[in-house]
């Protein structure tokens, strides 16, 4: 490992530390407003309140059309892995000649 490659990582720990605290600091712990103590014996009919709606709509694509999705997202991807890591090796060829 040459110097500014450890710098980096430095710096991107230093940040992560810095983004993990934040979230820690501003987050808001979830918790229920509901106060209600309703029971539900076994073979009764209780009604639960709290304005609950349910839907069952499910949306499937063909498994053809599934698979070319997967498969173009993957691609590019892969593309801009390639082209990411491209640019960093020019920037570190640059560096280097400097």
Known sequence: MDYNEI???????????????????????????????QTNASGSNTNITGGYTTTNII???????????????????????IILKFHHRQQMLRHTQV
């Open 7 to 37: 710098t980096s990582r430095k710096i991107m720990k230093f940040w992560l530390q810095i983004i993990t605290v934040l979230i820690i600091v501003w987050s808001k712990p979830v918790l229920s407003d509901d106060t209600n103590s």
């Open 59 to 81: 949306r499937t694509l063909p498994e053809a059309q599934t698979t070319q999705r997967v498969q173009r997202i993957m691609t590019q991807r892969v593309q801009r892995i």
